[in-house]
């Protein structure tokens, strides 16, 4: 049970402060629902009896926070050569809520922008992931939005530039011959 007042992060919307609980009648059945103000004054209305099943809980705590930098200073995790498949697994793990898979999607789509670009789909999911991340972030570090996203922004990059230096600047696999034999036509 949350107050009015408690930090929370609601699954694919980001985090937010509870601003009331308010009883409504919706389609004739009466329930009490969490109103969420979410960034850029959004409101949500969460069903109070639901929200635990669909994964709201509270925002992490700084000690947890200052992990998710290390996920975002690690190098990127293998994800799947088929796009489709890659898009359901990193939507697997951002409808999971868990602050940990979001901060993998964040830096593996941002490692893989960096090297040879996203689709536009990935490009929609990278922005999403990253709106969730930064949004809990800067309430548990109680930051600002700007001051947050430069630093998730900041570290992936450092991140990004210490570990590419193992990616081979040509995507030519070793065992293919990089010379132009000329056919003779015999």
């Known amino acids: 049970m949350f107050n ?4 929370v992060v609601y699954p694919m919307h980001g985090a937010g402060t509870i601003e009331s609980i308010e009883e409504k009648d919706i389609l004739g059945e009466k329930q009490a629902y969490y109103i969420i103000r979410m960034p850029g004054e959004v409101k949500v209305m969460v069903p109070t009896a639901k929200a635990e099943g669909i994964g709201v809980r509270d925002i992490i705590d700084k000690e947890t926070a ?3 930098f290390k996920v975002l200073e690690t190098d990127s995790t293998e994800m799947d050569m088929n796009w489709n498949k890659r898009y359901r697994d ?30 536009t789909g990935e490009k929609k999911m990278l922005l999403n992931a990253k709106q ?15 001051e947050m996203e ?7 990059n450092n991140s990004f530039a ?3 230096k193992n990616i081979t ?18």
């Open 4 to 7: 009015v007042g408690d930090k």
């Open 66 to 68: 200052s992990k998710v």
């Open 90 to 119: 990193n939507m697997d793990k951002m409808k999971s809520g868990d602050v940990y898979e979001v901060a993998d999607v964040v830096r593996n789509l941002s490692f893989k922008q960096k090297e040879k670009g996203l689709s």
């Open 132 to 146: 969730i991340l930064v949004s809990e972030l800067t309430l548990a570090e109680n930051s600002n939005k700007d």
């Open 150 to 156: 430069e630093l998730v922004n900041n570290t992936i």
């Open 162 to 164: 210490e570990y590419s």
């Open 169 to 186: 600047t040509n995507n030519t696999p070793d065992n293919v011959v990089k010379k132009f034999i000329p056919y003779s036509g015999v």
